[in-house]
């Protein structure tokens, strides 16, 4: 029979691959930003909310916070380096008046965990008080990053398609939500629990919309790649001569010399 404990540590592990993976996943949109040395459109709010989340778990962790979590601090520990990595890049190619805000909402962020940590040590003398308020603070920024994706669900019913909400980091959201959630079951967690039971739901929301929209979606694209055929073709058949840039799906384009005379 397995104890609870063993079962417990084994589910938090691959709760941490899981994560891993989801922290990683904005990687590819860093190595775009490396290239263009530009920060473009892109916002630093996932990264910035993502930032003083991990903190806030890291500190509710913590042996003398909330014992017998060390899952709990490896994940966030190394989530949080992650996005200290992702925001230092951020700010090193953002103009200066985003590279400002940036690093004011950081400098803020960081005082308010210290300022929290400072209180709650001094302040709450059991830990069941003190993981108490620092899982209530944890439980509340976790629900607001799980609902972040509602506005892309709305845009998939609206347009009925699933063009940007990506399968595997909806999938990996469901399985995080999950595995948290049965880690937080087999020793009771409710802060744990709560915000990834609901992150599990919506997850599994995120996946039944792209299983409805998949098809439509498809039909979507070879449409839109259709028309833009006609249109090229119709150009070159009056005689047209121009040079048009190729947008591609996800709004990036092509350099100068990637430009096609029609």
């Known amino acids: 029979m397995v104890s609870g404990d063993i079962a417990r540590t084994v589910v938090g592990i691959i709760g941490n691959v899981i994560a891993l993976i989801l922290f990683l996943s ?15 459109q892109y916002s630093a709010v996932p990264y910035l909310a993502t930032f003083i989340n991990c903190a806030l778990w890291v500190l509710y962790g913590l042996p003398m916070v909330h014992p017998n979590s ?32 940036v690093v004011v909402i950081v400098v803020v962020e960081s005082l308010s965990v ?31 990053m799980y609902a972040s994706p509602l506005a892309v669900m709305k845009l998939v019913i609206t347009t009925k398609s699933v063009e940007f909400m990506p399968f595997f980091l909806s999938l990996a959201s469901f399985a995080n939500g999950i595995s948290w959630t049965a880690y937080a079951l087999i020793r ?67 350099s100068e010399s990637e430009a096609l005379d029609v």
């Not at 601090?73 to 953002?94: D, K, M, Q, R």
């Not at 059991?126 to 899982?135: F, H, M, N, Q």
């Open 26 to 40: 904005p990687v590819p949109t860093f190595v775009r930003i490396c290239k263009k040395k530009s920060v473009e």
């Open 70 to 101: 060390t899952l709990v601090v490896t994940i966030n520990g190394t989530g949080f380096v992650i996005e200290v990595v992702f925001l230092l890049l951020f700010i090193a190619y953002s103009d200066p008046k985003k590279r400002l805000k």
């Open 114 to 144: 210290a300022v929290l940590a400072l209180l709650v040590l001094t302040l709450a003398h059991t830990t069941k008080l003190r993981s108490a308020i620092v899982g209530s603070i944890c439980m509340a920024g976790n629900i607001m």
């Open 188 to 254: 009771f967690d409710p802060f744990i629990a709560a915000p990834n039971g609901m992150g599990s739901l919506l997850g599994l929301a995120q996946l039944i919309l792209y299983a409805t929209f998949y098809k439509s979606t498809k039909r979507q694209l070879a449409e839109r790649k259709a028309k833009g055929e006609v249109g090229l073709t119709e150009k070159a058949a009056n005689g047209h001569t121009k040079s048009t840039t190729i947008v591609a799906i996800d709004g990036s384009r092509p």
